[in-house]
């Protein structure tokens, strides 16, 4: 069987492009498949300097992928500074890996294109991104097509090892799901909480009605193509056609069939989420690292031996 492995970063309130563009497809995985998933903190870090949000974000975006059904008879579910092998593996490929080939990283490049100042962890970032997939011998890391350059980095910095060192770590692949389509914001552009045009995916019924009155209609034709393009995600076209032609040009109409639509869908996960505890998170990422810790122990045992630093 292959092992998969996959990480998030707890950046705060998720949206539904979040949900169908990684949260299901990771969930609906590790009903085959098993493997890991990763809250990386540690990678949070390189740009979120608030304390109190890292750690309130670790908790709320595990929550998320528990209410969303992450099966954990098949995922470890763990948080990347529990378990200090992958700071430490890091740090050794940071040793194998040149500058120059760090520099290319799309992460990195578009902090300096904007002028913005980049810090040292952002610079080495594909690096510790290597060092997790890495010290679970991973075969299969299923991302967004944004982090295919990092699963480079990793074959690389596997191959740096091997040849420096003798054979030690698996190469592995990223798996990107093309099927997975970009979805649409309140103004048609790709939702992201970039842009401030998302709408919350755990939100209350009011804040996902405000989102939704807010999706801008233009005032040709009878569809409006904003509202549908995120209508079909809830429902089948087929499932639509009546009540797009029932309601043909009444936008608020639709609107309200939408608002209707995802708190349905999203009813029995918010449910499911409020049952759950930040005692009850704190208690499966505690589980969870101490499995991770297992396996990632061993595999430095041999590191450690390999590189020298055993004595
Ligand atoms: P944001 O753009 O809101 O900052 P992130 O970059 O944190 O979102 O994305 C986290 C994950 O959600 C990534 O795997 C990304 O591919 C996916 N994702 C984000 N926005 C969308 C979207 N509009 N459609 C599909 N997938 C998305
Ligand atoms: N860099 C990834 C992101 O921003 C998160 C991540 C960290 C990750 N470590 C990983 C993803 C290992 C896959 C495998 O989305």
């Known amino acids: 069987m292959k092992r998969l492995f996959t990480g998030l970063q707890p950046s705060g309130q998720l949206h539904i492009g979040n949900y169908f563009g990684a949260i299901k497809p990771n969930v609906d995985l590790f009903v085959d498949n098993e493997g890991l998933m990763m809250v990386a903190d540690y990678h949070a870090l390189t740009s979120l300097k608030d304390s109190a949000a890292l750690a309130k974000n670790s908790i709320e975006n595990t929550k998320d992928y528990l209410a969303a059904g992450l099966n954990l008879e098949h995922a470890i579910l763990f948080k990347q500074s529990d378990v200090s092998e992958h700071t430490e593996l890091a740090w050794i490929l940071d040793c194998l890996v040149p500058i120059s080939l ?6 990195y490049k578009d902090k300096v294109a904007k002028g913005v100042e980049a810090n040292a962890g952002l610079f080495t970032y594909p690096m510790l991104m290597a060092a997790d ?13 944004d982090q295919r350059q990092h699963v480079e980095y990793a074959r690389e910095a596997a191959k740096k090892f091997n040849n420096a060192y003798g ?3 698996k190469e592995p692949q990223e798996k990107i799901d093309k099927a997975v389509a970009v979805v649409p914001g309140t103004d048609g552009q790709k939702m992201s909480k970039s842009y401030k045009n998302t709408i919350p995916l755990f939100g209350s019924r009011d804040e996902i009605a405000k989102a939704v009155m807010s999706i801008v209609t233009d005032s040709t034709g009878d569809k409006p193509a904003n509202v549908y393009a ?6 089948s076209e087929a499932e639509l056609a009546p009540v797009y032609e029932q309601n043909k040009g009444s936008y608020k109409a639709l609107k309200e069939a939408l608002i209707e639509d995802i708190d349905a869908f999203i009813s029995p996960m918010r449910t499911r989420r409020e049952a759950i505890s930040d005692e009850d998170v704190k208690a499966i990422l505690k589980d969870g690292g101490a499995k991770a810790k297992a396996l990632a122990s061993a595999k430095m045992a041999d590191v450690r031996k390999k590189v020298g630093v055993a004595l």
């Open 102 to 107: 760090l520099e290319l990283g799309h992460a």
């Open 133 to 145: 997939i890495l010290l679970y011998d991973t075969d299969i890391v299923p991302v967004g097509e």
């Open 167 to 169: 054979e030690t770590f």
């Open 230 to 235: 995120i209508h079909k995600l809830f429902k």
